[in-house]
């Protein structure tokens, strides 16, 4: 058991701002929090009486629909705001919606944006609200490699020594960048595998391997971790030359899970594109997590947000017994 970080989490905008301490405390909450989400009553009072906004300008149906499902969890008050219905639709700046939200002092702004530092931007003018980065742009998105480790956990025991193999649209996946940035301090291998049309420049400055040929980087990997083609975020749509032949060199089929051995974990972020990056057997196999990524998630962003609002130890919530959950 890790020992408890002394210093609290102002934000969350990306890995680094996490010390391993701080991922291993993380994951030992996540733990605990999957233990109340697997009880017939899935309720704490952790965050009676807190607030959190959760401000998504990018569709999202398993990350916006775990935050909430985590608030309420927690017994805290969540209100979910789209694009669609802020006032940004009227004209208003990203900023003055920002601030009007936070003069209503909310404990804790969740934020989703198409625009990468947009976290980053706005806590400079937000002083006594925390910001927890729901992914923003093609930079990171910190909360699904939290739960992404978790999973990794709960199979494999402990991520370092690891090898991840990540296959796919590497050039705008905020969640290779954030797997990245983590594997540096939790001590794991990450190998990326792409179209050179796919790759960011210089990737290699991350310490990782890159490969253009999926099958000589299965060998030794203990996870094979696929990614979709962003399509709405490429500027053209000549990355690859067809669905066809990017499944045949880049997609996971049962031939290439067999490369990996028995004891490989399939993951995914979501959404799949089936029969583009995964083949259906694959993603339906006894070795994908897939699922357990999306149950996971919602432990996880009760862990966080217990963490950054700096509600009691997670101890005090695991130990309430489910006769005394009746206190929303």
């Known amino acids: 058991m ?12 990306g890995m680094a701002d996490l010390t391993a301490a701080d991922i291993y405390h993380l ?5 605990s929090m999957a233990s109340i989400n697997r009880r017939n009553i899935k309720k704490a009072p952790t965050l009676r009486g807190k607030t959190i906004i959760n401000l998504f300008f990018e569709n999202s149906t398993r990350t916006r ?20 219905t802020s006032a940004t639709k009227k004209g208003e700046t990203l900023l003055d919606t920002a601030q009007t939200l936070a003069a209503m002092q909310p404990h804790a702004l969740v934020i989703r944006h198409s625009v990468a530092g947009t976290c980053e931007f706005l806590a400079e003018y937000l002083d006594n609200t925390v910001i927890i980065n729901a992914g923003d742009g093609a930079h990171e998105h910190p909360t699904q490699v939290l739960t992404d480790l978790l999973t990794i956990q709960q199979s494999l025991g402990d991520i370092a020594g690891k090898t991840m193999t990540m296959v796919g649209d590497i050039a705008h996946s905020r969640v290779a960048r954030s797997h990245l940035v983590a594997a540096k301090i939790m001590g794991y291998h990450v190998r990326l595998v792409a179209p050179k049309t796919l790759l960011p420049a210089q990737v290699e400055r991350y310490g990782c391997e890159v490969f253009h040929d999926f099958d000589a980087a299965i060998p030794g990997s203990d996870m094979i971790y696929m990614l979709r083609v962003q399509n ?4 053209s749509s000549c990355s690859f030359p067809s669905v066809r032949e ?22 995914h972020p979501g959404p799949m594109n089936r029969g583009v990056e995964i ?50």
């Open 2 to 13: 890790v020992d408890c970080p002394t210093r609290t989490m102002k934000h969350l905008f």
């Open 27 to 31: 994951l030992e909450m996540g733990e």
């Open 65 to 84: 629909t775990s935050f909430e499902i985590a608030g309420k969890r927690l017994s805290a008050d969540v209100i979910n705001i789209s694009a669609s």
């Open 232 to 235: 709405e975020r490429l500027a």
């Open 246 to 267: 990017y499944h045949e060199a880049f997609g996971l089929h049962r031939a290439r899970q067999a490369l990996a051995g028995d004891h490989c974990l399939i993951m």
């Open 279 to 328: 083949a259906t057997d694959v993603a339906d196999s006894l070795n994908s997590r897939v699922l357990n990524q999306v149950e996971n998630g919602v432990s996880m962003r009760m862990a966080v947000l217990t963490h950054a609002i700096n509600a009691k130890p997670v101890a005090a919530v695991a130990a309430v017994e489910e006769g005394d959950d009746d206190e929303d």
